[in-house]
């Protein structure tokens, strides 16, 4: 089983339905804790991003995710820009030129664009960002890799630990970002960025898992 270039514009594709869907729900989860905006942004990015589908359709992977993250630094505001831009950025540096990708391609993938996030946001496990979800989400697309698991399976572990990641981030204290002005007071909210990378995560397995 492998992701064609295809399924990659469908996933970028869904998630942007996602976060549209999504709008309200991501920018209340950020009023509580940030400015109110994270929907807003990421959808604003998104539809940027369906703007220059057309022009992507006959693409390489690696330029595909590389236009998502130039269109996300050039439209989305906040933090989302730089971290969403840098992901999908490195992700991209590790897909020049295919047109397929492996499971194994997309743990590398997946692994430079988190990489990348971590250097952009300087945030580490447990500090209430969107590094919550993505990094568990990655160590069980990568244990179900190296265990032998078909592409479904690795997709389906990786979004439910990117779920389970979101929700471990209501009871953190956050130690990055606006959030972490709040102190004590941010705990009890779910952080809205792992919530959108968890929409992220959920889309590729929703639309590759027949690939």
């Not at 089983?1 to 709008?23: P, Q, S």
């Not at 970002?177 to 968890?198: C, K, N, V």
Request: include cysteine; charge should be neutral.
């Amino acid at each position: 089983m492998v992701i064609t270039r295809d399924k990659v514009l469908e996933w970028i594709k869904r998630y942007a339905d996602l976060l549209a869907e999504n709008r309200d729900y991501l920018t209340q989860l950020d009023a509580a804790i940030g400015d109110a905006d994270h929907g807003a942004n990421m959808d604003r990015g998104f539809k940027a991003v369906l703007n220059k589908m057309p022009e992507l359709a006959d693409k390489d992977i690696g330029t595909i995710l590389k236009t998502v993250g130039m269109t996300l630094l050039a439209t989305v505001g906040g933090a989302g820009g730089p971290l969403y831009g840098t992901f999908f950025l490195q992700a991209g540096m590790k897909t020049t030129g295919k047109m397929e990708l492996t499971l194994e391609d997309w743990v590398n993938a997946l692994e430079a664009g988190i990489t990348g996030v971590k250097n952009r946001g300087k945030a580490e496990l447990g500090d209430k960002t969107m590094i919550d979800a993505l990094v568990p989400a990655w160590n069980a697309l990568k244990q179900a890799a190296d265990n032998g698991n078909n592409l479904s399976e690795a997709l389906d572990r990786c979004a439910r630990a990117a779920e389970e990641g979101m929700k471990a981030t209501i009871p953190l204290v956050a130690r990055k970002g606006r959030a972490s002005y709040l102190g004590e007071r941010s705990a009890g909210h779910q952080d809205p960025g792992a919530t959108s990378s968890y929409l992220m995560l959920r889309a590729a397995a929703e639309v590759w898992r027949d690939a």
